[in-house]
């Protein structure tokens, strides 16, 4: 049974931030599961206007931290930004940290990590806009390609995809499987 990966996504999620991880965990043989608000598909954001779509495995309303291993929480700057708005976004991303279990997030999905309140004494970095919120929250914010701190892991922007979707990969590769579905 393969390690199950939530990643955490709506409209406007930057493209290559979605699609590059999860082929990356896919084939490093990981199962990746989109998990929105509503069923069907959405459609990323891609150098300035809308890209391709992904079709969504589950909802929000529906599914279980329980049955996955690790969170990944791709940018965008659209994407966190109504997905902060949902009370039960906001909960999966506390139900994760919870649990202990891995959070990857780049570029602007730290935002859910400011909502969720659970930043206070981390150390983390993002896309430059987003930092001040982060220190807000009580984060430490660095500028570097990826930073690992316990169950987070975070990256600034596409330049930081392989070495963000490498540090995913070592985390949930040390974790026990999440429980059968």
Request: charged share 25%; net charge negative.
């Amino acid at each position: 049974m393969p390690h199950k990966i939530m990643i955490l996504a709506t409209n406007g999620f930057e493209q290559s931030e979605l699609f590059e991880p999860k082929s990356k965990l896919e084939n490093a043989g990981f199962q990746t599961t989109v998990v929105s608000l509503e069923n069907g598909t959405i459609r990323g954001w891609d150098g300035g206007d809308w890209g391709k779509s992904i079709a969504v495995g589950q909802t929000v309303e529906n599914v279980d931290v329980e049955d996955f291993d690790a969170l990944m929480l791709p940018g965008g700057q659209i994407n966190p930004d109504i997905l902060r708005m949902n009370e039960r976004a906001v909960a999966i991303v506390r139900e994760f940290d919870m649990a202990s279990k891995p959070i990857a997030a780049i570029c602007h999905g730290p935002w859910l990590l400011v909502e969720a309140d659970i930043l206070e004494g981390r150390t983390v970095t993002s896309w430059p806009s987003v930092r001040t919120d982060l220190k807000n929250a009580g984060a430490n914010v660095v500028d570097r390609e990826v930073v690992t701190d316990g169950n987070f892991i975070t990256s600034r922007c596409p330049d930081d995809i392989p070495a963000f979707s490498d540090a995913l990969i070592e985390a949930v590769k040390q974790r026990p499987l999440a429980k059968a579905a």
